[in-house]
């Protein structure tokens, strides 16, 4: 059959498209080797205008680009292990369980991080669980609470409830200092009770016990459930916290994540740590009002803090580069280049997990066909929480 000639206009059209596309590219091209060399010479000039705006807008993107990533990852993960249990429940086995999926199970991965300092091997039930609480707990040690503000999805939803706050309320709102300091205990307290139940209360028998046991062999299964059908109780629960977090932004994350908690301490000894480089600094005070963890920036020479992120939020709204860089302490003192931050962080994440499928530490070891049979006796007692 002869190709119908294009239309005149069609054709007309041809080569501004070709054209927009290479434009589009292009354009592509120059933003990624901005984002790249962001920050790369370092320049004591003060910035304004357009040059300002496009440096904090770039940071910002490196930041929510890597977030967007992460959550379309937990999305594509959910919606796959979704496919597969509906399957179980039509009696077939429909692909295979995403192991990433025991990311969602932190008790699971604190018992077995006890089982590890106990026998020194690490559980087959759930290990993905573990491999990503120590991936999660390994990104602290590096770059300060990164995980928080880089690829929690709850980070990522407080964030936004955070800017729709500011927009409905024109500013950011907080508590008193004399409140938000007992407060902020409270994740502490929260981690705590978990630490003090799992390495010490209970036995490594019990430890071993629960890890063996019906409930944890099915917990992915039972948590997938749980969400599914709220309780009324859990759902205002839910909604007390969304409208909590309108009003104190990062309510959860702030006061209440015992993760965040875990992840403060371990923070501490990270080595990248923002800094303020005071001879370039001029004191406009514009990080400490960009600081989601309301750090006096402005003030500090080198933030210490476990509240901190590493969200380099203060970092994009300075308007002199060398004045406020994430740095590792001397004699290394090299600054850690925003883009270099995100490849550093999703670096990190995806070698171990790949670490961990290499030494067979990722797949789950209960076989489909054990899920299948469990699936469609989850009332019963033996699937109740060990008491
Ligand atoms: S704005 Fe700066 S000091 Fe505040 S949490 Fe983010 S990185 Fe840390
Ligand atoms: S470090 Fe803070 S106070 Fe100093 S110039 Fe940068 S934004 Fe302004």
């Given at each position: 059959m002869a190709a119908e000639p294009l239309s005149p206009d069609l054709a007309a059209e041809m080569p501004a498209t070709r054209g927009g596309l290479a434009a589009l590219v292009a354009r592509v091209r120059s933003e990624s080797a901005a984002l790249w060399n962001l920050d790369r010479d370092g320049s004591a000039a003060v910035l304004k205008g357009r040059a300002y705006r496009a440096r904090r807008q770039r940071i910002r993107l490196l930041r929510h680009a890597v977030q967007g990533l992460f959550l379309a990852l937990v999305l594509w993960i959910g919606f796959d292990f979704v496919r597969w249990v509906r399957g179980l429940e039509a009696g077939r086995i429909v692909g295979s369980r995403p192991p990433g999926v025991d990311g969602f199970l932190p008790i699971s991965g604190l018992m077995s991080l006890r089982h590890l300092f106990h026998t020194g091997e690490i559980s087959p039930v759930h290990p993905a669980a573990l491999v990503i609480l120590l991936l999660v707990i390994g990104m602290s040690l590096v770059v300060k609470k990164a995980f928080c503000a880089w690829t929690c999805p709850v980070g990522a939803i407080s964030e936004a409830l955070d800017a729709l706050s500011r927009r409905l309320f024109r500013r950011r709102l907080s508590l008193p200092r004399w409140l938000d300091l007992p407060l902020r205990s409270l994740k502490y307290l929260l981690l705590g009770f978990f630490v003090w139940a799992i390495f010490f209360r209970m036995t490594p028998a019990l430890v071993g016990e629960f890890l063996g046991s019906p409930y944890n062999r099915v917990a992915d299964i039972k948590m997938l459930y749980f969400f599914e059908s709220l309780s009324p109780f859990a759902l205002k629960v839910l909604a007390g916290l969304g409208v909590l977090s309108l009003l104190v932004p990062y309510a959860w994350c702030r006061y209440l994540c015992p993760y965040g908690a875990l992840l403060g301490i371990s923070s501490l000894?990270?080595?990248?740590k923002i800094v303020r480089h005071a001879s370039s600094c001029i004191d406009c005070g514009l990080c400490a009002r960009a600081c989601p963890a309301r750090l006096p920036v402005d003030r500090l020479?080198?933030?210490?803090?476990?509240?901190?992120?590493?969200?380099l939020s203060c970092v994009a709204d300075c308007p002199v580069p060398r004045a406020l860089r994430l740095e590792a302490p001397s004699p290394l003192r090299r600054p850690l280049r925003p883009a270099i931050a995100a490849v550093a962080l999703v670096a990190l994440f995806g070698l171990g997990v790949l670490a961990a499928r290499l030494t067979g530490n990722w797949q789950n070891d209960v076989p489909a066909a054990e899920y299948l049979h469990r699936i469609h006796e989850l009332d019963g007692p033996q699937y109740d929480h060990l008491r």
């Open positions: 000894l990270a080595p990248f020479a080198r933030v210490r803090s476990d509240e901190c992120s590493g969200c």
